[in-house]
């Protein structure tokens, strides 16, 4: 039983209080998750010649002063770095290849958990309450987000574990449920040069469809081949640089509601993490069909 959560705002104003609007939404969904939580953002784009890589250093001794330096000789003297606690956000004009591989060659003991223009990731082991203070969720901006909190069944407590998966650039997957055939999925895409971080199913699903949307896929054909292949149960999440995309599988046995109003649209597990939004009680609710695409633009 995990927790997920999702809103998208659709009014600029609002963009600065994403952050704040979420944070009761996560901590709502504590009950379902209290082992790990985390967070995508997704802001306005760095310029098209750069990239966001979001960093995390395990420990909290890491010396990120010494890695903006090595950055900016390394990868280009407009490297800049964005730190908050043991994760770090890095820009940089350098090609995302060659930054992920610098960062894993050079500082092997980093994770890489996200790349692109838009998008800003957070994740790591506690209750969803501590891990969103320890990051200052509350303070984020943007234009969507896509959130998660864990409770672990079938792979080990770790940061890298936790959710969102990534893969690719903007792009990042939640998931409540449980795959039954992530090692044939596995199976299918590592001859292809597909490499994967974890043994956590959610993994194999992030991979599967990023790889579809790579082959020229739209995200919605993607799904569309997700539903084909993915057994199991599920109720999906994704954020894309400006979309919000959620599916359940055919027995939509794992919850899901979403809230819509004229200022937002926002997605949780259960109502309880929607109600201390403004104005729900005006807000059009409903709860997604089994394997129907819903799919919201910024």
């Known amino acids: 039983m995990c927790g997920i959560v999702g809103l998208l705002v659709k009014k600029p104003a609002l963009r600065e209080q994403l952050g704040e609007l979420m944070l009761p939404m996560l901590i709502g969904m504590t009950e379902r998750g209290p082992d790990s939580a985390g967070l995508a953002v997704f802001t306005a784009p760095v310029p098209e010649?750069?990239?966001?890589?979001?960093?995390?250093?395990?420990?909290?001794?890491?010396?990120?002063?010494?890695?903006?330096?090595?950055?900016?000789?390394?990868?280009?003297?407009?490297?800049?770095?964005?730190?908050?606690?043991?994760?770090?956000?890095?820009?940089?004009?350098?090609?995302p290849d060659k930054a992920r591989a610098w960062v894993r060659k050079r500082y092997p003991q980093l994770h890489v958990l996200s790349a692109g223009r838009s998008i800003d990731l957070y994740k790591d082991v506690g209750a969803p309450a501590e891990v969103?203070?320890?990051?200052?969720?509350?303070?984020?901006?943007?234009?969507?987000?896509?959130?998660?909190t864990r409770m672990a069944t079938e792979s080990a407590v770790t940061p890298d574990r936790a959710h969102p998966f990534t893969a690719?650039?903007?792009?990042?997957?939640?998931?409540?449920?449980?795959?039954?055939?992530?090692y044939?999925?596995?199976?299918?895409?590592?001859?292809?040069?597909?490499?994967?971080?974890?043994?956590?199913?959610?993994e194999a699903?992030?991979?599967?469809?990023?790889?579809?949307?790579?082959?020229?896929?739209?995200?919605?054909?993607a799904l569309q081949k997700g539903f084909d292949e993915l057994d199991g149960f599920f109720?999906?999440?994704?954020?894309?640089?400006?979309?919000?995309?959620?599916?359940?599988?055919?027995?939509?046995?794992?919850p899901a509601i979403v809230a819509e109003t004229d200022d937002y649209v926002a997605i949780s597990s259960e109502f309880r993490s929607l109600a201390r939004l403004p104005d729900v009680k005006h807000a059009t609710l409903f709860e997604p069909k089994p394997e129907e695409m819903y799919v919201w633009r910024v």
């Open 168 to 182: 690719g650039e903007d792009f990042c997957l939640v998931h409540n449920g449980s795959l039954s055939n992530p």
């Open 235 to 254: 109720t999906f999440l994704m954020g894309t640089k400006d979309e919000l995309a959620l599916v359940r599988d055919a027995f939509a046995c794992k």
């Open 49 to 95: 010649a750069h990239r966001k890589l979001s960093l995390y250093a395990g420990g909290g001794d890491f010396d990120w002063i010494a890695f903006e330096d090595a950055a900016r000789h390394a990868l280009g003297p407009d490297s800049t770095l964005a730190v908050q606690a043991n994760h770090a956000v890095l820009e940089t004009s350098s090609a």
């Open 205 to 221: 699903a992030c991979r599967f469809l990023e790889w579809r949307m790579r082959e020229g896929d739209t995200l919605e054909q």
């Open 184 to 202: 044939s999925i596995r199976r299918q895409l590592e001859p292809l040069g597909i490499a994967f971080d974890t043994d956590n199913d959610t």
């Open 132 to 148: 969103a203070a320890r990051y200052d969720f509350g303070k984020l901006a943007g234009t969507h987000l896509v959130g998660h």
